[in-house]
């Protein structure tokens, strides 16, 4: 074994190289010494994608049940296959993450979900509460730290893309750390819409908690959202969490390909952009014209009038130009995530409309792996029809989304508030299922 540094910051790791029968292992260890034994062997269980390296029981904590109970390993393994498929699909440089809990008696010396192979989750030995970034460990209300595992695998994920780093690293340190923070969480909250909005043998338990804590976050989010509205929209103040308000927005509004389309435009990753991000608003521009692509609208209005975004108007129509073609290089529905076989389901099969509850209009789709004639409707609690959406032939494909119900019935009507019924037929297979809207005027 070889230390590579010895640590001379509170944030630094001890990485070592390590050699094993003279080949060098992929990737670094952590090594903590502590000033005295905390008593603790760790393990890892195993999985494809992620290996976890963690006690089974520390401090009393049954880490080996939690970890059980809320399948921790197995959800951050499917985070990770869907952030390959989403964030980065032709990373090449490492292929499996760990993430290893670091135990800590020193407060200087705590980390709270570092980032790197391996993620370091950090434990400080003899603290009640809020001591580790892997559980929450509030001894009422034990659970997983979802967002902080699945922001730092955003954050391995985009910063291997060399396009992301050239988009990130000129303008500003505030908006470079706005873009870097919070499109790292964009990779976690993709995870977590790739976890509820597609089907998965992820089981109840786990699917509430992880959408219980990452709708926490979207509070946050919407709540620094508001703030900064309040505050006059002043773009030099934006920073992570706005921007992630806004990018739920665009979610609400637009579903989720938006997302996926915005990392689009750093791919190929290895691939330099060909626009000098050298001002904040070109920056700015980018993020806008990614997000114009994608929903085929115009979207510079909005995000000038409603979040205050700077436009460079010299440099949109090549940058629009060059992010029109990367989001149009990739297909959403055909990369999508039915590909790949932890999370492909047999069968035509409807989908939890996204989003929902939702005003004025939500997104139905369809994962279709048989060509066949396919029947979708809207129902009211009484089983009547509201509106026919689509009676139509369609190709199959991975993951489609077939047709966005706008709130209105067959006459053209909004209807009121509630509970309606998506239902879809499709003729290779009869009922391809039935989901809950929920309008909320
Ligand atoms: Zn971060």
């Not at 032709?90 to 407060?107: E, F, G, I, S």
């Not at 996926?260 to 000098?276: C, G, H, K, R, Y």
């Not at 989001?327 to 055909?334: I, L, M």
Request: glycine share 8%; net charge negative; aromatic share 10%.
């Amino acid at each position: 074994m070889t230390a590579i540094a010895p640590p001379t910051q509170h944030w630094e790791t001890p990485y070592v190289d390590v050699t094993v029968d003279g080949v060098m292992a992929g990737n670094s260890a952590v090594i903590r010494v502590n000033a005295f034994d905390v008593g603790v062997t760790h393990r890892r269980p195993p999985a494809s994608n992620v290996t976890f390296v963690m006690p089974d029981v520390i401090e009393g904590v049954d880490l080996a049940a939690l970890t059980a109970q809320y399948e921790v390993v197995h959800a951050t393994d499917a985070a990770f296959l869907a952030q390959a498929i989403g964030v980065g699909p032709d990373r090449t440089d490492w292929t499996t993450q760990y993430l290893v809990l670091d135990v800590a008696t020193d407060p200087v010396t705590s980390v709270c979900g570092a980032s790197g192979n391996p993620v370091r989750l950090g434990w400080l030995w003899g603290q009640a509460e809020h001591n580790s970034c892997y559980i929450i460990n509030d001894p009422a209300n034990r659970r997983p730290q979802w967002f902080v595992m699945w922001h730092e695998l955003g954050h391995n994920f985009t910063c291997s893309c060399n396009a992301f780093n050239m988009f990130l690293w000129t303008p500003s340190p505030q908006h470079n750390s706005a873009y870097g923070e919070g499109l790292a969480s964009l990779g976690a909250l993709w995870s977590w819409r790739m976890a509820m909005d597609y089907p998965s043998d992820l089981g109840a338990t786990a699917r509430a908690d992880i959408d219980g804590h990452f709708c926490d976050y979207w509070g946050n989010f919407q709540n620094a959202l508001a703030d900064y509205k309040a505050n006059g929209r002043d773009y030099a103040t934006i920073d992570a969490d706005v921007l992630d308000g806004i990018l739920m927005e665009m979610w609400g509004t637009y579903g989720v390909k938006c997302w996926f389309d915005l990392f689009s435009t750093f791919l190929p990753s290895q691939e330099a952009i060909p626009v000098a991000m050298d001002s904040v608003e070109k920056q700015a521009t980018w993020f806008v014209a990614a997000m114009s692509a994608s929903v085929g609208e115009d979207l510079r209005e909005l995000f000038v009038d409603e979040y205050g975004f700077p436009i460079d108007e010299d440099a949109w129509p090549e940058i629009m130009s060059v992010v029109q073609d990367r989001v149009d290089a990739r297909d959403f529905y055909s990369v999508g995530v039915g590909e790949t076989p932890a999370l492909a389901v047999a069968g035509n099969r409807l989908l939890p409309n996204v989003p929902n509850p939702f005003n004025p209009s939500t997104s139905i789709g369809f994962v279709i792996e048989k060509a066949t004639r396919i029947t979708l409707g809207v129902y009211d609690l009484r089983g009547r029809l509201v509106r026919r959406l689509m009676d139509a032939e369609v190709e199959p494909r991975s993951i489609r989304t077939l047709c966005v119900w706008d709130g209105r019935n067959s006459l053209g009507r909004l209807v009121t508030s509630g509970n309606y019924f998506s239902c879809g037929l499709s003729a290779a297979e009869g009922i391809a299922g039935v989901r809950k809207l929920v309008l909320v005027r």
